[in-house]
């Protein structure tokens, strides 16, 4: 076996069908324990969330508003996987995919408030004064100094995983984006833009400096400046997105009903919702759509709650109820979206879809070009992809730094952002497909140690939960 195939074995045991079933099984359990409050209470959820995202709020030293927690936590769980992976789920296992990625959506709702409610409720000071949290310090603060241990395996997984998912893959990510958008505006059929002969190419060293420069100047800021910048990026990569896919979705409604239709059909008789037989299960299916819609809001992963740690939020409940909406915002709107403007624009002849094969964000792009014009579709692709890459890169730096922290101490910090910033240059120049399989699977094994503390906590966080309700919810 080559070291290739090594890796990619790992990863896939990382996010094979047993995972799966505990990062959905956790989601359902805790959803169970708390009477499904992702359904029962929506009206207070959503009042205490969507209702207060424009309210006025005042950070003290070390701390972030409760919206900019949830900004630099969404920064990173809305990323390239919300078009290119979503995209790659529907092609590979069918429209029936996208059921059981809002499956995996709904009770992962719980998992994600969980997460962010021990975050606040465990968390600590540091040297420097600032809000330190995630499940490193749940499980230390909340189980007890013998399991430190296992936040420190949770650490040390999240640190590593940091430079190939929040970092190198993000870099090529807008570099590849950024050359399809030159390339729709091609002149001629052989793929080149004559600029004194040659093809017009963006390389990704450029760009690998061009964004280790601006990382640099926000993260070393700390959190304060990471907060200050998402809650701002965050809703613009948001709304422009979100608009577009609207049109195109708008433009192809009369084929909605038929959309929905393959989904529905598809999550149970896969290629019955495609008209044919493409090898494509029912366990094809529910492995892509559960697995991206877990990868995609991150759920259970254990990255959001580092983000969160830092708000001027003092009751845990009222945080935590932004766990749940920022798993609506990631997959059940922004994931849907996509979705259904790829579908829509394949029922009305925009796009064609090979069924079985893995998509990307060019098919999304194709889709949008179909009712917005090749350019326009392709530029806006574009900046979304590169946004989102942006963010994400921004979000990671912070988890992985905090990471870092919790095993080595305050003053390892300024190096491993320095580290950090160094691989955005370096990583934009490698192969990383081995790079990007190995991060994904530490990416999924850190669900581990927190899914651990996630269901040895569930008392605390149940308690602290009913105890919020009968005094603020009647």
């Given at each position: ?45 959503w009042k205490n969330t969507a209702g207060k995202l424009f309210d006025k709020h005042q950070a003290g030293a070390g701390e972030v508003t409760p919206f900019q927690a949830l900004t630099t936590a969404l920064a990173a769980t809305v990323g390239t ?272 879809i090979t069924w079985g094969s893995g998509g990307n964000g060019s098919n999304v792009a194709a889709a949008m070009s179909s009712v917005l014009g090749s350019k326009l579709g392709a530029v806006i692709i574009a900046v979304c992809l590169s946004l989102f890459a942006l963010s994400t890169i921004l979000s990671w730096s912070l988890y992985g ?74």
């Amino acid at each position: 076996m080559t070291l290739s195939q090594l890796i990619s074995t790992i990863d896939d045991i990382a996010w094979g069908p047993v995972m799966l079933l505990l990062l959905v099984g956790t989601g359902f359990y805790l959803s169970f324990r708390m009477g499904f409050m992702q359904f029962s209470r929506i009206p207070y959820w959503w009042k205490n969330t969507a209702g207060k995202l424009f309210d006025k709020h005042q950070a003290g030293a070390g701390e972030v508003t409760p919206f900019q927690a949830l900004t630099t936590a969404l920064a990173a769980t809305v990323g390239t996987g919300n078009i290119a992976g979503v995209t790659g789920a529907i092609f590979i296992g069918g429209p029936g995919a996208v059921f059981w990625m809002w499956i995996a959506a709904l009770v992962g709702m719980m998992t994600k408030y969980s997460e962010v409610l021990l975050a606040v409720r465990f968390r600590e000071r540091n040297a420097k004064g600032d809000w330190v949290g995630g499940p490193m310090y749940y499980i230390k603060n909340g189980l007890g100094q013998n399991w430190a241990w296992l936040g420190g395996v949770f650490a040390v997984l999240a640190a590593l995983a940091a430079f190939g998912i929040g970092n190198a893959t993000q870099v090529q990510s807008i570099a590849d984006a950024i050359n399809n958008a030159i390339d729709s505006f091609t002149p001629n059929a052989s793929g080149t833009f004559l600029f004194l002969g040659s093809q017009v190419r963006v390389s990704t060293f450029i760009v690998g400096c061009i964004v280790a420069a601006f990382v640099g100047l926000v993260t070393l800021g700390g959190i304060k400046r990471i907060g200050q910048v998402t809650e701002k990026l965050v809703p613009f990569m948001a709304v422009v997105y979100i608009i577009s896919a609207l049109i195109v979705i708008f433009a192809n409604i009369k084929h909605i009903g038929t959309v929905f239709g393959m989904i529905f059909q598809g999550a149970f008789n896969a290629d019955a919702a495609i008209g044919g037989a493409f090898g494509i299960t029912i366990m094809t299916s529910i492995k892509k759509g559960v697995g991206r819609g877990c990868f995609s809001n991150e759920a259970g992963l254990g990255s959001a709650p580092i983000a969160h740690a830092a708000t001027s939020e003092t009751d845990p409940v009222k945080q935590g109820l932004y766990g749940i909406f920022e798993v609506f915002m990631d997959t059940i709107v922004i994931c849907t979206l996509t979705s259904l403007t790829v579908l829509s624009a394949y029922c009305a002849g925009g796009i064609d879809i090979t069924w079985g094969s893995g998509g990307n964000g060019s098919n999304v792009a194709a889709a949008m070009s179909s009712v917005l014009g090749s350019k326009l579709g392709a530029v806006i692709i574009a900046v979304c992809l590169s946004l989102f890459a942006l963010s994400t890169i921004l979000s990671w730096s912070l988890y992985g730094t905090r990471c870092c922290e919790y095993i080595f101490g305050h003053k390892s910090v300024k190096v491993y952002q320095i580290l950090f910033i160094c691989f955005i240059i370096i990583g934009a120049t490698m192969s990383l497909a081995d790079a990007w399989n190995l991060a994904d699977a530490l990416n999924g094994f850190m669900a581990i140690p927190n899914l651990i503390a996630l269901l040895a906590l569930s008392g605390v966080t149940v308690k602290l939960t009913k105890e919020h309700l009968s005094k603020n919810a009647k």
